[in-house]
């Protein structure tokens, strides 16, 4: 007798309607997080946007001289603050990036205009400048006999001063930003160019800022969308005055509403939209490459 082997037909799992099962409730997941993003990213930006759409809102908004003023303000305080900006982050980062220990210690000090909440401290550097009672102007009376100036009475003096606080904040971001850009540069470059007899600009003018040029491109344009939003600078230093002559595009729009104008206050906020939207675009590819 022959033993033959008797082939048993294959079973096959229900593998489709498995998956299906995963792909639908993969799915279901998903809706909170719709829904979240819908309320609270696509009604308020679509009722923006609609509350804006009238022609009347643009014209009347043109018209008014304060808006070309704050049109201005903002293109100096993006041109000015942002540069400068960048430029100490640069260069702090060079001297941060070094291990000596009382080097660390002032870094934790430097750190800390960042990390602590713009309210308390905006508000008492304001109080700091005041004409009559504030700090630096009684200095300035014990050492000289004479008043000091009404610093956020001028124009000019009151929007450097919100330039000045808006780097005082976010330079130690950038900062250490460029000191881990720095730290992934190879120490051998550097040990090779000493023995090569290179000076401290040769290092940095053929290594470091060849490494670092995308780096630092990109978070200047970042800084740049940032700052168009940066709120608390100037608001919480001089309020947009004396007489509304140093608001910006982030704090146009609160002036609006407290004269009950909501559809200027979100014109002003749609005309933001030409100077953001092509340098989100200008990053993102620069990011994708």
Known sequence: MSNASVALPAVSAPVHKSSNQWEFWGRMLVVPYLLIF?????????????????????VKLFDDPIFFRTAVNTVIFLVVAINLKMFLAMVLSGF????????KIISLIFILP?????????????????PEWGVINSLIF????????NWLNDPTLAL?????????????????????GRMSIPAEQYEAASVDGATNWQKFKFITWPSMRTLYLTSTILSMIWT????????????????????????????????????????SIVVALPMILPLVFFMMKRLSK
Do not use: C
Not at 96 to 103: G, H, L, P
Not at 142 to 149: H, K, M, V
């Open 142 to 149: 014990r050492l000289s006999g004479a008043d000091g100036p």
């Open 160 to 180: 450097s001063f919100s330039m000045l606080m808006h780097i005082w904040k976010s330079l130690p971001f950038w900062t250490l930003i460029l000191v881990a």
């Open 114 to 130: 960042w990390a602590v909440p713009s309210i308390p401290t905006i508000l008492s550097v304001r109080f700091m400048l005041n």
């Open 96 to 103: 941060f990036v070094q291990t000596r220990w009382w080097i």
């Open 228 to 267: 168009l939003g940066d709120f608390n600078s100037v608001y919480l230093l001089t309020g947009g005055g004396p007489a509304d002559m140093t608001h910006v595009l982030a704090t146009l729009g609160i002036r609006y509403l407290r004269l009950d104008q909501v559809d200027l206050a979100m014109a």
């Open 38 to 58: 819908i309320v609270f990213v696509v009604y308020p930006v679509g009722y923006g946007l609609w509350l804006a759409r009238h022609p009347e809102s643009y």
